[in-house]
Structures are given as structure tokens and as C-alpha cells.
């Protein structure tokens, strides 16, 4: 029986024993810094990563994943007697899609699907998620696809950032040039909202951040059990820890997952960044 393998980029991060549990295959994307291309969670880690930004005078930029490097994972599986469904990181926040997208031409007829998440980070690994356990399943790979554009509904993302200025830097924000040069105990929340980044609140104290993420995140999954939760940090352990405590005490996740942020997007969002994705009614 034909198996559906799962592909996704890097910015997923997922837990490495859901990763080798379902055999999902991650294409890297790059950070460049200097005279220097690292893989996204493969040359560099994010501990390196936000040791090194901390001290840095040259800042990283980042790409998309390159498009030899998809080409090369769909040829191995299916190579291997596989179809593959590709879900990757917003277009409207990188080009990583176009390269799936150019790889596949190298395989006009295979079977081969690509579906954009609107999202990132564990907020598309709840799609990959819930896709790889379909495939695992015996789903075909037309209701991989329609699972994967149905989950992209029941998934959101929301984070507490200690600045907006990464974001601004990188052009990933959208609407929040408002908040750009507050008070350094203004901290924005923003939300991964139609597939872009945009900055809907301005909290003080970062405690109250934190608090208002969890109450955010509870408005939005209400009523939608059963719930899933993934909380994320850019080196910031510490707060994710009480995000987890606080969101499992107000929401009742029937899974609480805990997720450090790939340097990809830590680049983006900046140290200190903790977040919560979530996933509902599967």
C-alpha cells in the first residue's frame, strides 16, 4: 500500500520523537551571518543561536529553503515508494513555498502536493501533526490534502514579544508600526493573522503579557475541545515554564507541548519571545 510521507520546513520545529515517530522529512531554511550559511536547526541550534545574538555587532538575515534541498527530499521518497504532502511556512511571510513549488517541476505526474499553512512555527506542526497521523492511518493523499486545508482553520498562533523592532527590521510585521517606540515596559502581543504578523495589543510589565496571552488564547479555543497547545520560547525557558502551568490551570489542554523557536524565526520575533499555538476539535 502506497504510503503519504509528510514534508515540512524547518520553522515547525517539532519535537524531535514526533519528528522520528512519524518519519517527517524537514527541509532546512538558511541564516545568513557574515560570510556564513547556516541550516536552520542543523548547523546551528537555538541555544548557539541566542548566545550569539546577544553579544552580535553584524545581525543575521535569513532565506528560504533552497530549492535543491526540496528536490532532494522528494526524490528520496519517492525514490522509496511514497507520496508526499508538503506543508510549509505562510508565502506571505517567506518564499520558502516557490522553492517546493520549482522543486516539483523536476517530477511532472508524481504525486505530489504542497499546501500553504498560513502559519508557522508550532502552529504548522499541528497541521503536519495531524496530517502525519492520518497518513499513519491509510488516509490517501487527497484527504491528506483536504486535512491539511481544513486544519489550517483550527489552528492560531499568538506570541508576547519584548519588541517589535526585529519584526519591523525583517519586514514581517504588518499594522504595527503604532507600536514601534514605546516605553521599554510596553510589551506588544501579536498574531499570526491571515498568514501575516500582525501586532494587536500593547500590554505593560512582562508578567502581564504573559497573563494576557493565556486569556487571549483561552477566548479563541473556548467551546472548540478538544484543545492542543504548544508553547514556544526564544530563550526564554523560564516564562514558557509559567505559560505552561497558567495554560494548562485556564484552558485544560487535553496535550501541552513545549517548543523552543528555530533561529529562523527567533531572528524575527527577537530573544525573549514566548508564544502559545494551538490546535482545536481534533
Given at each position: 500500500?502506497?504510503k503519504?510521507?509528510?514534508?515540512?520546513?524547518?520553522t515547525?520545529?517539532?519535537?524531535?520523537?514526533?519528528?522520528e515517530?512519524?518519519?517527517?522529512?524537514?527541509?532546512?531554511?538558511?541564516?545568513?551571518?557574515?560570510?556564513?550559511?547556516?541550516?536552520?536547526?542543523?548547523?546551528?541550534?537555538?541555544?548557539?543561536?541566542?548566545?550569539r545574538?546577544s553579544?552580535?555587532t553584524?545581525?543575521?538575515?535569513?532565506?528560504?529553503?533552497?530549492?535543491?534541498?526540496f528536490?532532494?527530499t522528494?526524490?528520496?521518497?519517492?525514490?522509496?515508494?511514497?507520496?508526499?504532502?508538503?506543508?510549509?511556512i505562510?508565502?506571505?511571510?517567506s518564499?520558502?513555498?516557490?522553492?517546493?513549488y520549482?522543486?516539483?517541476?523536476?517530477?511532472?505526474?508524481?504525486?505530489?502536493?504542497?499546501?500553504?499553512?498560513?502559519?508557522?512555527?508550532?502552529?504548522?506542526g499541528?497541521?503536519?501533526?495531524?496530517?502525519?497521523?492520518?497518513?499513519?492511518?491509510?488516509?490517501?493523499?487527497?484527504?491528506c490534502?483536504?486535512?491539511a486545508?481544513?486544519?489550517?482553520?483550527?489552528?492560531?498562533?499568538?506570541?508576547?514579544?519584548?519588541?517589535?523592532?526585529?519584526?519591523?527590521?525583517?519586514?514581517?510585521?504588518?499594522?504595527?508600526?503604532?507600536?514601534l517606540?514605546s516605553?521599554?515596559?510596553?510589551k506588544?502581543?501579536?498574531e499570526?493573522?491571515?498568514?501575516?504578523?500582525?501586532?494587536?495589543?500593547?500590554?505593560?510589565?512582562?508578567?502581564?503579557?504573559?497573563?494576557?496571552?493565556?486569556?487571549?488564547v483561552?477566548?479563541?479555543?473556548?467551546?472548540?475541545?478538544?484543545?492542543?497547545?504548544?508553547?514556544?520560547?526564544?530563550?526564554?525557558?523560564?516564562?514558557?515554564r509559567?505559560l505552561?502551568?497558567?495554560?494548562?490551570?485556564?484552558i485544560?489542554?487535553?496535550?501541552?507541548?513545549?517548543?523552543t523557536?528555530?533561529?529562523?524565526?527567533?531572528?524575527?520575533?527577537?530573544?525573549?519571545?514566548?508564544?502559545?499555538?494551538?490546535?482545536?476539535?481534533?
Open positions: 500500500m502506497t503519504v510521507a509528510i514534508v515540512t520546513d524547518s515547525a520545529y517539532l519535537p524531535e520523537n514526533l519528528i515517530k512519524y518519519q517527517i522529512s524537514i527541509v532546512p531554511m538558511e541564516l545568513i551571518w557574515g560570510d556564513k550559511t547556516y541550516l536552520d536547526g542543523i548547523d546551528i541550534q537555538p541555544n548557539e543561536f541566542y548566545q545574538l553579544t552580535a553584524v545581525l543575521p538575515t535569513t532565506s528560504q529553503g533552497s530549492i535543491l534541498n528536490k532532494n522528494f526524490e528520496r521518497l519517492l525514490e522509496q515508494g511514497n507520496e508526499v504532502l508538503t506543508i510549509l505562510s508565502s506571505k511571510l518564499g520558502t513555498i516557490d522553492s517546493a520549482k522543486a516539483r517541476e523536476y517530477f511532472p505526474d508524481s504525486p505530489i502536493e504542497i499546501v500553504d499553512s498560513y502559519t508557522t512555527s508550532m502552529a504548522m499541528f497541521q503536519v501533526l495531524a496530517v502525519a497521523q492520518a497518513a499513519e492511518q491509510g488516509a490517501n493523499l487527497e484527504e490534502r483536504q486535512l486545508e481544513a486544519t489550517r482553520q483550527q489552528t492560531g498562533l499568538v506570541v508576547a514579544v519584548d519588541t517589535l523592532e526585529f519584526l519591523y527590521r525583517g519586514g514581517r510585521i504588518g499594522g504595527g508600526t503604532r507600536f517606540g516605553a521599554l515596559n510596553i506588544p502581543i501579536v499570526v493573522i491571515g498568514g501575516r504578523v500582525e501586532a494587536v495589543e500593547r500590554v505593560r510589565t512582562r508578567k502581564k503579557s504573559l497573563l494576557r496571552l493565556v486569556e487571549l483561552a477566548q479563541k479555543t473556548k467551546g472548540k475541545d478538544p484543545i492542543h497547545l504548544a508553547i514556544l520560547h526564544a530563550n526564554a525557558e523560564e516564562d514558557a509559567f505552561i502551568e497558567e495554560s494548562n490551570r485556564v485544560h489542554p487535553i496535550e501541552t507541548l513545549f517548543s523557536v528555530s533561529p529562523v524565526i527567533g531572528n524575527h520575533t527577537g530573544p525573549g519571545s514566548v508564544g502559545i499555538a494551538y490546535l482545536t476539535g481534533l
